[in-house]
Antibody, heavy 123, light 110 residues
Framework: EVQLVQSGAEVKKPGESLKISCKGS????????IGWVRQMPGKGLEWMGI????????RYSPSFQGQVTISVDKSINTAYLQWSSLKASDTAMYYC????????????????WGQGTMVTFSS | EIVLTQSPGTLSLSPGERATLSCRAS???????LAWYQQKPGQAPRLLIY???SRATGIPDRFSGSGSGTDFTLTISRLEPEDFAVYYC???????????FGQGTKLEMK
């Protein structure tokens, strides 16, 4: 079964660091781009960035460049999203998603999504 | 930067009716790079349509996509109870690589 499984919910304090993960299985992990998408409470979807596990090529949304770091460990089929210093405004659900490639072509869409990782803050 | 505007914001219909959702881009979008997603409360988005008109794996044929240039449409021919959700359009720009989502249309049961 093709799936992306994300790490569990996090409760953090402002200023703390965080690294969340997304593990792919059931397909050739190194052959598909993996993107990260933010959804703030009650809001829409925002693309953060994308990485190609085969060669670690990374592209960031200008809105998130410098705010987060995307990485991958292809030896364990896992992509990561990390923050060095969280802000309360980072409260959101974060999804990883696989870019569609079919019939020898890749499309600018995401066909497989992780279940999401919720990041919240304690006072 | 391309902006996607979805209309209406909320659509109230009954099961069995036809739903027509619109996505308008601020600049021309390649049809190969226009997609539609469905999101239900507490769930991750699900890809419905990619390449403007190709149904994703397992998507019922009551869902169809059409359009080109700056105007795209998602049509649900006969609404089933499970179709009531939020729908997002999304485009991919290549130079530089960028994925942009519309603000969503909420399809609610009348």
């Amino acid at each position: 079964e093709v799936q992306l499984v994300q790490s569990g919910a996090e409760v953090k304090k402002p200023g703390e660091s965080l690294k969340i993960s997304c593990k792919g299985s059931g397909y050739s992990f190194t052959s598909y781009w993996i993107g990260w998408v933010r959804q703030m409470p009650g809001k829409g979807l925002e693309w953060m960035g994308i990485i190609y596990p085969g060669d670690s090529d990374i592209r960031y949304s200008p809105s998130f460049q410098g705010q987060v770091t995307i990485s991958v460990d292809k030896s364990i089929n896992t992509a990561y999203l990390q923050w060095s210093s969280l802000k309360a405004s980072d409260t959101a659900m974060y999804y990883c998603a696989r870019r569609v490639c079919t019939g020898g072509s890749c499309y600018g869409a995401f066909d497989m999504w992780g279940q999401g990782t919720m990041v919240t803050f304690s006072s | 930067e391309i902006v996607l505007t979805q209309s209406p914001g909320t659509l109230s219909l009954s099961p069995g009716e036809r739903a027509t959702l619109s996505c308008r881009a601020s600049q021309s979008v390649s049809s190969s790079y226009l997609a539609w997603y469905q999101q239900k409360p507490g769930q991750a988005p699900r890809l419905l349509i990619y390449g403007a008109a190709s149904r994703a794996t397992g998507i019922p044929d009551r869902f169809s996509g059409s359009g080109s240039g700056t105007d795209f449409t998602l049509t649900i021919s006969r609404l089933e109870p499970e179709d009531f959700a939020v729908y997002y359009c999304q485009q991919y720009g290549t130079a530089p690589p960028r994925y942009t989502f519309g603000q969503g249309t909420k399809l609610e049961m009348k």
